[in-house]
């Protein structure tokens, strides 16, 4: 069966959102949309036209995502190796004699 639009549930499936999002993007303008239900004051049956589903796509998509911003490193730790203080016949770290 070839039909002529989407429902509001196929748009929900696609977008990941819920069907109550799909409608206040319709009840907004956001998104155009046929109310194909038999009665005016009824519940409204939504039908999404392919073309201004495209349309609607095509408004939201965004860029490539931002750049996150570079991570600061902590200078290292300064590690002296050959102490100054050490004197002949201690070992330098406690100061006895070795």
Excluded at 14 to 26: A, Q
Excluded at 76 to 82: C, G, M, R
Aim: proline share 14%.
């Amino acid at each position: 069966m070839n039909s002529p639009g989407f429902t509001v549930l196929e748009v929900s499936t696609r977008h990941r959102v819920s069907p109550d999002k799909v409608r206040g993007w319709i009840r907004t303008g956001e998104l155009f949309a046929i109310n194909t239900s038999d009665t005016r004051c009824g519940r409204p049956r939504w039908v999404i036209p392919p073309e201004a589903l495209a349309a609607f796509e095509q408004r939201r998509a965004g860029g490539p995502p931002a750049k996150p911003p570079p991570r600061r490193r902590r200078p290292p730790a300064l590690v002296d190796f050959y102490p100054a203080t050490a004197a002949p016949g201690h070992d330098g770290v406690t100061g006895e004699a070795a």
